[in-house]
């Protein structure tokens, strides 16, 4: 069964304190993950696109990387307004399904002063 | 430029009623998807539609269904409803539907009651 595991589920941290948050995934057919950042009551917003293991990209504090099992998004230095819950996603394409997008629970991150 | 656009942005309706809920993509933008996110979880795929045609379709009921119109807007439907189908309802515009980077737009709250 294709699975999307996000982890930890909550995380603390002081402002400065760099960290790491995982996605790891059971997919066949990966066309690609990609992270979302989601603040309180509004829809995700796009932070990355990786295609293949061995890919980093890197955006302001954020910096995600892919291997072919999981994918890290490093946040070095945060801030409070970095506060936010993270949500990783998976792309699988078949020929009986077509498209599919799978989801993880997210990390609700929160970044205190 | 104008990102995606949803409305209603909130709706109350009964067990059994109908909703139809409508999706504008950002311009330029030919490829719409629909996910569903109920409190504390990730995004469920629902449904993608490209030029019309659908191109990947999520694990739901047959009560769930979606259109794409020319002008790349869409609609999605929502029959004979349950309290389960209490959630946020989220578009997505791609420029292709092979596309991974999917702009959310503000979502649609559904309270069935």
């Known amino acids: 069964e294709d699975q999307v595991t996000q982890s930890p589920e909550a995380l603390r941290l002081q402002e400065g304190e760099s960290s790491s948050l995982n996605c790891s995934y059971t997919?066949?057919?990966?066309?690609?993950l990609f992270w979302y950042r989601q603040d309180p009551g509004k829809g995700p917003e796009f932070l990355f696109t990786?295609?293949?293991a061995g890919e980093e990209k890197e955006k302001e504090r954020l910096k995600a990387t892919l291997t072919k099992k999981e994918s890290f998004l490093h946040i070095t230095a945060p801030k409070p307004e970095d506060s936010a819950t993270y949500l990783c996603a998976v792309h699988i394409s078949s020929g009986n399904t077509g498209n599919q997008f799978y989801f993880g629970t997210g990390t609700s991150l929160t970044v205190i002063p | 430029d104008a990102g995606v656009t949803q409305s209603p942005t909130h709706l109350i309706k009964t067990r059994g009623q109908q909703v139809t809920l409508r999706c504008s993509p950002i311009s330029g933008h030919k490829s719409v998807s629909w996910y569903q996110q109920v409190l504390g979880q990730g995004p469920q795929f629902i449904f993608q539609y490209y030029e019309k045609e659908e191109r990947g379709r999520g694990n739901f009921p047959d009560r769930f269904s979606a259109r794409q119109f020319p002008n790349y807007s869409s609609e999605l439907n929502v029959n004979a409803l349950l309290l389960g189908d209490s959630a946020l309802y989220l578009c997505?515009?791609?420029?292709?539907?092979?596309?991974?980077?999917?702009?959310f737009g503000p979502g649609t709250r559904l309270t069935v009651t």
């Open positions: 997919v066949s057919g990966l066309r690609g």
């Open positions: 990786l295609y293949s």
């Open positions: 997505a515009s791609s420029v292709m539907p092979g596309s991974l980077e999917q702009y």
